[in-house]
């Protein structure tokens, strides 16, 4: 069958060759022709699930300089280029023929052109390279979940990532025989000395949702260039439009009750806002950190990670706040940091508590302290984005059997973790689902971070903290959400939560711990044994109850001034919010449904009652 792919068949070794016959799909293998006779790579090697094909890749990158071991067993590190440090927004786009309206909030380009100038970077671009073929499940394998996916790459470190951060799935695939399955061709284009993208000018990721492939060129940083991450996740929001399921941008969690038994969550937090430290908080376990895919299974929600590991932001993790993952990074076992700094072969980062070296080598090349950039601007030792790609197995609150459940967990309560200084509560829930999803999860905001290009420190809105990976009109996307409840017998509690609210001098006013208490909180919510009170934007916890809750779970007392500084209602500041926010949804081809706007403005009459009776601070006890 192979023979009829000629540039395929002359690439592949015997052993490659006998894996893509067991394959023997005429769609894998045109897809595959195409892109090895536009790539041109010197040859191309096809990853079956076997250990021996994830040591070659491994050794690959090692061989090839993309990645180079530290001292411990296992580790490596791999440098992005200078300019290549984050998902780049502005150049990844949507290819839109005549019939497709995706609304004025999504970034596209006319297909046709797209595909043109996209391929123009792909012809020739794997010429003196090995390409890497593999074939990965989204979700457990062989489950009501689970989606496949063939990726191909000429990045040994793109290949590495993806085998620590998905489920090989060769055998699952020729098994499912899925009908469709995601493709993405990787090249990370012409190299320079250090083995960096060097045209960065034509860095590219190119999003076809009718062909359920993307494009991605000239890059090498994991968040433009992992198939199955951010690139999937924005075909799986477009199937499961299509579908009547959610691919969202969520951690998946147990949290335990009183009684010690796991209630699931799910919770979405824009990037750094605190998503990965609060499903890796001190007694709780983790099931992922970043993508979830849910689905009404039998009348509830079930929830499923879609990956099997982390590509976490290391900035910041310490052996204080952070002892599990520190235990990770710094103990045996296969970890690959990325734009640290290092130094005799140990990794630096910001925020690791440890003295900074004088002088090593990070994403600049040889660094030394006080080391400028071509624009005079001194360069940090380590990235603020550096990162550490590491399998959840390796954690120790890893909830190992939620992970490999192929029907998924029941998810209780979903969390919206927004970031703001002078809006929101720490915590609160919604009265119902609609008001849940419109008033929390779709008017979710907060401060740009290091994870994307552009500037830091503005506040911007971020629905379900997946407006960077939205494929559908924004409206559509939030009706689906509505529509997602009608079906369900049993609907989770949707709750809000704000870290980073801060008091008059700049300081935050809640502790770095007491997430964990939120968290109990809304377990005893979910469990029926807390009790809450009603205002405009929603239902607060009692000080008693979070008294009791603070004693118990962190050892320390709570005191009322605390409670009632950060529980008080911002009034006006609500007001103004629901105003930004409602503009957002307003343009016509967005696609929202009219009761979106019915929830904004019975939100902003109570709002502005309450504003004239009382105030624009109002205290939580004076709802009581
Ligand atoms: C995020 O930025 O949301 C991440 C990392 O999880 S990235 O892979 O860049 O998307
Ligand atoms: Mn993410």
Known sequence: ?????????????????????????????????????????????????????????????????????????????????????????????????????????????????????????????????????????????????????????????????????????????????????????????????????????????????????????????????????????????????????????MFLMAVHDKDGNKAYLTGAYPSACGKTSTCMVEGERIVGDDISYLRNIGGVVRAVNVERGIFGIIRDVNPKDDPLIWKVLTSKGEVIFSNVLVCNGVPYWQGDGRDVPEKGENFSGQWFKGKKDAAGKEIPYAHPNARYTIRLSALENCDHDALEASEGVEVSGIVYGGRDSDTWVPVFQSFDWAHGVVTIGASLESETTAATLGQVGVRKFNPMANLDFLSIPIGRYVYNHLKFAEELEKIPLIFGVNYFQKDEDGSYLTGMHDKRVWLKWIVGRIRGYFKAFETPIGLFPYYEDLKALFEAVLGRTYSKEDYIKQFSLKVRNNIAKIERIERLYSDPEAQTPDIVFEIFREQKRRLEALLKEKGEVVSPLEFI
């Open 1 to 249: 069958m192979l023979e009829r792919y000629p540039n395929l068949n002359a690439l592949c070794d015997d052993k490659s060759k006998a894996a893509l016959e067991m394959v023997g799909r005429n769609d894998v293998f045109s897809f595959l022709e195409e892109y090895v006779s536009l790539c041109r790579p010197k040859s191309v090697f096809v990853r079956t699930d076997s250990k021996e094909d994830a040591e070659y890749i491994r050794k690959k990158a090692l061989g090839l300089g993309e990645e180079k071991a530290l001292k411990i067993e296992g580790h490596t590190v791999h440098f992005d280029g200078i300019k290549d440090q984050a998902r780049d927004k502005a150049n990844t786009k949507f290819l839109v023929g005549p019939r497709m309206k995706l609304g004025s909030s999504l970034n596209t380009v006319d297909k046709q052109e797209g595909l043109k100038e996209v391929k123009s970077y792909l012809d020739g671009a794997m010429e003196g390279k090995d390409a890497y073929v593999l074939f990965m499940g989204l979700g457990p394998v062989g489950s009501a979940f689970s989606l496949y996916a063939v990726q191909i790459t000429d990045s040994a470190y793109v290949a590495h990532s993806e085998d620590i951060l998905y489920r090989p799935a060769f055998e699952a695939f020729i098994k499912a025989r899925p009908e469709s399955f995601f493709r993405f061709v990787h090249s990370a284009g012409e190299l320079d000395e250090r083995m960096n993208s060097k045209n960065i000018d034509k860095r590219r990721i190119y999003i076809d949702l009718e062909d359920e492939i993307v494009f991605s060129v000239n890059t090498q940083y994991a968040g433009n260039t992992v198939g199955l991450k951010k690139l999937a996740l924005r075909l799986a929001i477009a199937r499961a439009n299509r579908e009547g399921w959610l691919a969202e941008h």
